[in-house]
T-cell receptor
Framework: DAGVIQSPRHEVTEMGQEVTLRCKPISGHNSLFWYRQTMMRGLELLIYFNNNVPIDDSGMPEDRFSAKMPNASFSTLKIQPSEPRDSAVYFC???????????FGPGTRLTVT | GEDVEQSLFLSVREGDSSVINCTYTDSSSTYLYWYKQEPGAGLQLLTYIFSNMDMKQDQRLTVLLNKKDKHLSLRIADTQTGDSAIYFCAESIRGGSQGNLIFGKGTKLSVKP
């Protein structure tokens, strides 16, 4: 199995631009999680989906952030417009429903200048 | 609210034992976890313990849980340079496996030869 796939691995963009991060979960997994990791705040859960339905988006920092999961094999996290304080590593993770083990992707390192 | 606290750094010599400590706040946590993050990679589940257990051993890893003090520790015996990584303590909330994990900020373990 290829594991959780994230793209791009690195993204550098200018303030005000739209950024789209992509995630392909492990085939057969039906829970998907988006996290953000920074030195200051550590690892924060942004949103998670069960069976493609958003369950808890209370961690999404503000309306500039949105996430979708149009099908079981694909999810996006969009930031529009991006700001320098959004610079972080964004992780996607997936798991089987009711499993305690989340499988993390390699992350997308986002730099907003 | 829920919070998980860890010390940020630990340095040991190769061959020594490492002990990484963690405190958590949610007394209803069903599962507690240790994840490992190697440089440039996502988190990987290392081990976990159910809240009705006091100890769990898995090869070089020993997890100790003190529910009364809400204290969790991870002991790595015979620490090797390959164990150098960031170790995250995490607790599950709201009945656990289906949703939210609260992570600590991570303890960076440095192993000196």
């Amino acid at each position: 199995d290829a594991g959780v796939i994230q793209s791009p691995r690195h993204e550098v963009t200018e303030m005000g631009q739209e950024v789209t991060l992509r995630c392909k979960p492990i085939s057969g997994h039906n829970s998907l999680f988006w996290y953000r990791q920074t030195m200051m705040r550590g690892l924060e859960l942004l949103i998670y989906f069960n069976n493609n339905v958003p369950i808890d988006d209370s961690g999404m920092p503000e309306d500039r952030f949105s996430a979708k999961m149009p099908n079981a094999s694909f999810s996006t996290l969009k930031i529009q417009p991006s700001e320098p304080r959004d610079s972080a590593v964004y992780f996607c993770a997936s798991s089987l429903l009711r499993s305690f083990e989340q499988y993390f992707g390699p992350g997308t390192r986002l730099t907003v200048t | 609210g829920e919070d998980v606290e860890q010390s940020l750094f630990l340095s040991v010599r190769e061959g020594d034992s490492s002990v990484i400590n963690c405190t958590y706040t949610d007394s209803s946590s069903t599962y507690l976890y240790w994840y490992k993050q190697e440089p440039g990679a996502g988190l990987q589940l290392l081990t976990y313990i159910f809240s009705n257990m006091d100890m769990k051993q898995d090869q070089r890893l020993t997890v100790l849980l003190n529910k009364k003090d809400k204290h969790l520790s991870l002991r790595i015996a015979d620490t090797q340079t390959g164990d150098s990584a960031i170790y995250f303590c995490a607790e599950s909330i709201r009945g656990g496996s289906q949703g939210n994990l609260i992570f600590g900020k991570g303890t960076k373990l440095s192993v000196k030869p």
